[in-house]
Nanobody, 126 residues
Framework: QVQLVESGGGLVQAGGSLTLSCATS????????MSWFRQAPGKEREFVVS????????YYVDSVKGRFTISRDNAKNTVYLQMNSLKSEDTAVYYC???????????????????WGKGTLVTVSS
């Protein structure tokens, strides 16, 4: 069992930055492809970004490319999401997700996710 705990959400003005963290339990963090998803008010949850087990490969949804950066520290069992140039449409609950499969360069289907965090709210004011 892997537990994921997100932190770092909050209220930020448009154009600002936030860094989300997802701390995980267990000694197997390095064996998981990690992803971030988000769910905006009144919308379905959507994939945002994935990072491979080693951290050498990433895949971003087009709407966040060039603004968001995912990274991971396997020694600290933590994955991060640096979000810059935030827009009002980035307002959402952001979820950390772990998948035991190998990384691939495409949006990760929710059905593949093995573990979910409870989410952290990011609100971008315009």
């Amino acid at each position: 069992q892997v537990q994921l705990v997100e932190s770092g959400g909050g209220l930020v003005q448009a154009g600002g930055s936030l860094t989300l963290s997802c701390a995980t339990s267990g000694r197997t963090f390095g064996s998981y492809t990690m992803s971030w998803f988000r769910q905006a008010p009144g919308k379905e949850r959507e994939f945002v970004v994935s990072i491979s087990r080693s951290g050498s490969s990433t895949y971003y949804v087009d709407s966040v490319k060039g603004r968001f950066t995912i990274s991971r520290d396997n020694a600290k069992n933590t994955v991060y999401l640096q979000m810059n140039s935030l827009k009002s449409e980035d307002t959402a609950v952001y979820y950390c997700a772990a998948w035991g499969g190998s990384f691939y360069s495409a949006s990760l289907p929710e059905l593949k996710v093995d573990y979910w965090g409870k989410g952290t709210l990011v609100t971008v004011s315009s």
